[in-house]
T-cell receptor
Framework: DTGVSQDPRHKITKRGQNVTFRCDPI?????LYWYRQTLGQGPEFLTY????????KSRLLSDRFSAERPKGSFSTLEIQRTEQGDSAMYLC?????????????FGPGTRLTVL | AQRVTQPEKLLSVFKGAPVELKCNYS??????LFWYVQYSRQRLQLLLR??SRESIKGFTADLNKGETSFHLKKPFAQEEDSAMYYC???????????FGIGTKLQVIP
């Protein structure tokens, strides 16, 4: 499978614990995005990278959230001191820089449950 | 600020009936509009984008700047069209995608 992959697919944690998710984009894609989706809502933008540079962050991304893409390939999203409100599906997407082509390819998501 | 509104959370139609999934947007400039679809147990995927002016799986969508709408249409619904449909917008050259809350299309056999 050459699509976007995410690991783990499911994560159950206790409130206050830290969690880290990984996203592997399509290999030639230089843009990578993180979204959060809660029940009954569409995906909400969190942040995006072009290569290793984090170019935009949403106000949804509180100080407890940090994302990295150290070598411009895979990315990690860490949530520190998790809260029950962090329970959601975390989606990763990637795309290729092209002024006329903005298709983002999505991964399967990581479902986080905070108890 | 950019916003996408999908007024219907659920749309049920009979097989063979026409389908129209509504989408309205709010954006001051010239946005790029998309429809994404998520079939059961599958990942979110692009269905079509307005700049391509294409028909995918019988679906079409026309951007109406006067009404700020981008409704998705299909003349004859099929059972395999049952899925969640999300209207989405990219504005201002930025890569942030703003999604609507989605409409669940249920095609009744």
């Amino acid at each position: 499978d050459t699509g976007v992959s995410q690991d783990p697919r499911h994560k159950i944690t206790k409130r206050g614990q830290n969690v880290t998710f990984r996203c592997d984009p399509i290999s030639e894609h230089n843009r990578l995005y993180w979204y959060r989706q809660t029940l009954g809502q569409g995906p909400e933008f969190l942040t995006y990278f072009q290569n290793e540079a984090q170019l935009e962050k949403s106000r949804l991304l509180s100080d407890r959230f940090s994302a990295e893409r150290p070598k411009g390939s895979f990315s990690t999203l860490e949530i520190q001191r998790t809260e029950q409100g962090d329970s959601a599906m975390y989606l990763c997407a990637s795309s290729l820089v092209d002024s006329s082509y903005n298709e983002q390819f999505f991964g399967p998501g990581t479902r986080l449950t905070v108890l | 600020a950019q916003r996408v509104t999908q007024p219907e959370k659920l749309l049920s139609v009979f097989k063979g009936a026409p389908v129209e999934l509504k989408c309205n947007y709010s954006y001051s400039g010239s946005p790029e509009l998309f429809w994404y679809v998520q079939y059961s147990r599958q990942r979110l995927q692009l269905l079509l984008r307005h700049i391509s002016r294409e028909s995918i799986k019988g679906f079409t969508a026309d951007l109406n700047k006067g009404e700020t709408s981008f409704h998705l249409k299909k003349p004859f619904a099929q059972e395999e069209d049952s899925a969640m449909y999300y209207c989405a917008l990219i504005g201002g050259g930025y890569q942030k995608v703003t999604f609507g809350i989605g409409t669940k299309l249920q095609v009744i056999p």
